[in-house]
């Protein structure tokens, strides 16, 4: 960056004060934009990594106080030199800036500020002081001239987050590091209470979630990141082994509406909770005849237990909201006769259909040719796709390639394979789902394309494949598969299932014109409020993003809903500051796979129990057995508790 007066970020120190513009030295290690919000532009940076100053308007000494001030709000004060040595830190601090300071504050800030970073216990502590430290040594004139003048400093305008690198890498931003210290203190219904306020099914995302929030754990820096993912898991099974039921606090609006919410999938029920929470009524249409959407009907009960999902959709029924399953909107209802008789409506369907492998045949209904999609809807539903094939090709690198090569065995097919073309290492699935089905006696082709299928009779006899080999990066930043002259070869089988993406269906919206779709046919929403070209319309989920991550479909589903209240109480639909901070984080990394933790690790994460491949491939029983009580509390020990703070003057 070309535009910074001084940054010590990372430890990197650039001093550009003095000079032209134009003989700037470069900022490498950070980018701070410009802009924060609309009306507010970015004049500094303070934060876990140092200082960055962009305008000489800021007053160092001021910046300091406020951003200590915050440190001290957000203390948890369980830690004595944190909890008392913050305090000191932002009483002397305001003291300089309203003229009442001494010169042996200096040595205060200077000697407790290496106090609080060497002896606290979270990463509030350990990194609040890095940034005063800093200001004390390249700006030590600002700080002697502020005590000698004895004159007030006009306060400068401030905004702060509260963040951490797991917090920020979540979608819905769950306070992560709280409620696992809650598990580590034995408060297994705080924890639960904590995680609800934002999200309404843990026990389903604390099983199929792709935990972007372990992938930027501090903990792996050092050894394995924490088990965010199950610790969430633990406390929701443990909460429904009790028959807690889900605690809520409903906070009515100053104006209720009638939202109607089309999808029961992760996206529609965590839209239609909050929005209970609001005090709307709030009725959702669910094609099928379950709760859960594709996470219920696209996700083989191995990993996702019926019993699980219905569990925590019935208490968020219990809170007046309305499902009608089996019921389908452009064919049993209207969606414009639903606009009528509703304040807003929420679209939230899902990517239910298959993409093509643009193989010639696949349009015949040769028997024995399912979509990815169907095999396991048929599968969940407890129905064979295919009862007279016994040999399984699937073709696709994703997770629901994999989930239906794993159904295959558990429904008493006898020999399953799996083609991808590219390799092991570039396959979208979860590692640890490849792991599984490698340990369960899956065939795996890698660098293979089917390139025709093979039919006798109209049923699917084999297919015909190419060897791959991989040449320079495609726009998905994967080098791209080409084909292998010459190198073609059979796989018998006689049921063909491709799994190679999912698309969107949105026959729900015939007769609604107003809405914007794309080149993918996804629906067009405003990034912010989720508001789509029609005012009273919402959308989130698959049907916005294509096949996505569930905890990002929930997100989505709880934006909409605080934006729906916004649009139901005739007030500005627009981006928050928590928007802004997201925005901002995106750019100043919260999380550094190179970061200096300052200490030994060696303590291996808590894995799961998992019932024994031959064992589990032949059933649909949960393969992972989850923690109890002692484990779990063990494994949330583990947590470094990494809270920050990053405040901008603007």
Not at 78 to 103: H, M, P, Q, W, Y
Not at 498 to 519: C, H, S, W, Y
Request: net charge negative; hydrophobic share 35%; aromatic share 6%.
């Amino acid at each position: 960056m070309n535009d910074i007066l001084f940054s010590s970020w990372g430890g990197e120190v650039v001093n550009n004060s003095g000079k032209e513009l134009q003989d700037f030295e470069k900022v490498e290690n950070i980018s701070l934009p410009i802009q924060f919000a609309q009306d507010k532009n970015i004049k500094a940076l303070i934060g876990w990594y140092g200082l960055v100053l962009r305008s000489q308007e800021v007053n160092i000494v001021d910046l300091c106080r406020a951003y200590f001030v915050a440190i001290q709000n957000e203390s948890c004060g369980k830690c004595f030199t944190c909890r008392i040595g913050t305090r000191v830190l932002a009483d002397t601090l305001t003291n300089i800036c309203e003229g009442k300071g001494e010169s042996e504050d200096l040595n205060v800030l200077s000697r407790i500020a290496d106090v609080v970073r060497e002896g606290s216990k979270c990463n509030i502590g350990q990194s609040g002081p890095v940034a005063l430290l800093d200001a004390l040594k390249y700006f030590a004139k600002d700080f002697k001239s502020a005590i000698q003048d004895r004159s007030p400093i006009p306060k400068g305008d401030y905004e702060y987050k509260l963040t951490a690198p797991c917090i920020d890498a979540c979608p819905i931003h769950l306070d992560i590091p709280g409620y696992i210290e809650c598990i580590k203190e034995g408060k297994f219904q705080e924890s639960l209470n904590m995680i609800t306020s934002k999200l309404p099914v843990p026990g389903m995302v604390g099983r199929v979630c792709v935990r972007p929030c372990e992938e930027h754990c501090r903990r792996t820096i050092l050894d394995e990141p924490v088990s965010i993912k199950y610790l969430k898991r633990f406390v929701a099974d443990n909460n429904m082994e009790r028959h807690k039921g889900m605690s809520f606090e409903q906070v009515p609006s100053e104006k209720a509406g009638r939202v109607t919410i089309i999808g029961a999938g992760p996206a529609g029920i965590t839209c239609a909770y909050h929005l209970a929470l609001m005090g709307h009524t709030a009725t959702i249409y669910e094609r099928l005849g379950e709760p859960g959407g594709m996470a219920a009907m696209g996700i083989p009960d191995y990993r996702l237990p019926r019993d699980v999902l219905r569990y925590e959709v019935d208490q968020i029924q219990q809170m007046g909201v309305t499902i009608k399953y089996d019921t389908m909107v452009g064919k049993d209802v209207k969606l414009s006769d639903i606009e009528k008789e509703s304040d807003a409506i929420f679209i939230a369907i899902g990517a239910q259909s298959n993409t093509t492998m643009r193989l010639e045949g696949e349009d015949k209904g040769y028997k024995g040719f399912v979509p990815g999609v169907h095999y396991l809807l048929d599968i969940n539903m407890g129905k064979d796709p295919y009862p007279e094939g016994k040999k399984v090709l699937v073709v696709g690198g994703g997770n629901v390639a994999i989930d239906c090569v794993r159904s295959s065995y558990r429904i008493g097919k006898d020999d399953v394979n799996l083609v991808y073309r590219r390799t092991k290492k570039e396959m979208p699935a979860d590692h640890v789902e490849i792991k599984d089905a490698e340990e369960e006696g899956i065939k795996f082709h890698y660098l293979t394309n089917p390139t025709k299928i093979l039919t006798e009779k109209g049923k699917v006899v084999g297919v015909e494949c190419i060897r791959m080999e991989l040449g320079e990066p495609d726009e998905s930043g994967r080098r791209r598969p080409i084909p292998v002259e010459g190198s073609e070869f059979v796989v018998d089988c006689d049921i063909l299932v491709p799994a190679i993406g999912q698309a969107i269906d949105l026959t729900v919206m015939e007769g609604e014109d107003k809405v914007e779709t794309n080149r993918k046919n996804a629906l067009v929403v405003d990034e912010f409020t989720m508001q789509t070209s029609n005012p009273k319309i919402f959308s989130a989920g698959d049907c916005v993003t294509g096949p996505s991550a569930l905890i990002r479909a929930c997100a989505g589903g709880r934006k909409a809903a605080m934006n729906i209240d916004r649009l139901i109480n005739k007030k500005e639909l627009k981006k928050t500051c928590e928007d802004c901070f997201d925005k901002l984080f995106e750019e100043v990394k919260v999380f550094d796979s190179k970061e200096e933790i300052g200490f030994l690790g060696g303590r291996k994460r808590l894995h799961l129990r998992m019932l024994p491949p031959d064992e589990r491939k032949k059933s649909f029983e949960e393969v992972e057995q989850g923690y109890n009580s002692i484990e779990a509390i063990s494994e949330a020990d583990r947590c470094l508790r990494c809270y920050r703070i990053g405040m901008i003057a603007v």
